[in-house]
């Protein structure tokens, strides 16, 4: 079996090698998916540069998002027929409630090999079905950022018809969170540091665009956009050099989904506004198989399809990797597998 591992963090030659592994027999509980297709994450790039943690056990399978086929099933396993189209869990043993540290000891592409290869072997829980509407590339992009963004908007308080929402970048957290919160019937303001990716926002709805390099107070625009009260919910994808402004842009008694850390983890962060406005922040670290189905159904209900912006045959893993660094895309890089 043909897979990408990760070998070594010490900077000398590519980051990730192709090799030949053998293929993976399914145990009892376990089925085998052919992967069709993967999506990468930023996490993915953390991952493979060290970043993320230099402690990991390598070798490594990096990648937690694909698309693929029931191609094995071992013994006793009774939810998947041979030749089902599946998707890969972000964490194999979080079915549902709340995260625990069990729950989430098991993370696809960190802690247990990942899915940039071209055979898995997974629980049999730890697969939900693909939405039939989609392709396996667009699949692909669900199981970790559209699950996060619909975790942030709908797994606490759900944001309803008339709110506001905010949401940082043009990544895939963020365009599916303009999506999601759109068939909410919400209002979203887009931030990105380039015209013409907000405007592609604008033509999936979205009724704002902030360029935050023309307009570095974009917490300011945003109060004004919402009527200057601020927003009711911001996707926050910056980390510590923009939860200030993420601040400044809520509302009073408004919610924050800490997700991403894309200025950097580091940094000092005042804690005063959270207690004097009564802002709600919740950490979101992705989400549950019973979140992920209600996810999927909502996502057949509507035909929403994801926002691919190029996909890469499997022996250019490492372009494909390359090009997300470079910040280009809008939306997903994927993978093609099969």
């Not at 399809?305 to 660094?325: I, Q, S, T």
Request: overall charge neutral; hydrophobic content about 45%.
């Amino acid at each position: 079996m043909q897979a990408f591992e990760i070998q070594r963090f010490d900077g000398g030659g590519d980051p990730i090698q192709q090799v030949e592994r053998p293929d993976p027999v399914p145990g009892h509980g376990q089925v085998a998916v052919d992967i069709r297709a993967v999506s990468l994450n930023f996490r993915d790039l953390l991952m493979i540069s060290g970043k993320y943690n230099p402690r990991l056990k390598l070798p490594l399978i990096p990648c937690s998002d694909g698309a693929g086929v029931v191609s094995a099933i071992g013994a006793g396993v009774t939810r998947w027929k041979l030749g089902e189209r599946v998707l890969p869990t972000f964490f194999q043993g979080w079915l549902d409630g709340e995260p625990t540290e069990a729950r989430t000891a098991a993370a696809l592409g960190g802690d247990i090999d990942g899915v940039l290869a071209k055979r898995v072997v997974v629980d049999e829980d730890g697969v939900v079905a693909t939405p039939g509407h989609l392709t396996d590339e667009e699949a692909a992009t669900l199981p970790c950022a559209a699950l996060t963004a619909w975790n942030a908007l709908f797994g606490d308080a759900p944001v309803v018809a008339g709110q506001t929402v905010l949401t940082q970048g043009t990544g895939g957290v963020s365009i599916f969170a303009l999506q999601f919160a759109k068939l909410a019937g919400a209002r979203v303001i887009v931030t990105s540091s380039r015209d013409e990716k907000l405007a592609k926002c604008a033509t999936l709805g979205a009724d704002h665009g902030i360029n935050y390099v023309s307009e570095p107070a974009w917490e300011d625009r945003a109060r004004s956009l919402s009527g200057g009260q601020g927003v009711d919910h911001v996707v926050e994808l910056g980390g510590a050099g923009t939860l200030g402004k993420s601040f400044k842009a809520v509302r009073v008694g408004g919610r924050i989904s800490l997700i991403g850390v894309l200025s950097g983890g580091a940094g000092e962060v005042n804690p005063v506004p959270i207690l004097m406005r009564s802002i709600r922040v919740r950490g979101i670290y992705v989400g549950s198989v019973d979140l992920f189905e209600a996810m999927n159904r909502a996502i057949t209900a509507h035909q929403l399809r994801p926002v691919v912006d190029r996909v890469f045959d499997f022996d250019d893993a490492a372009k494909a990797f390359a090009y997300m660094a470079s910040g280009q895309h809008f939306g997903k890089v994927v993978i093609r597998v099969g």
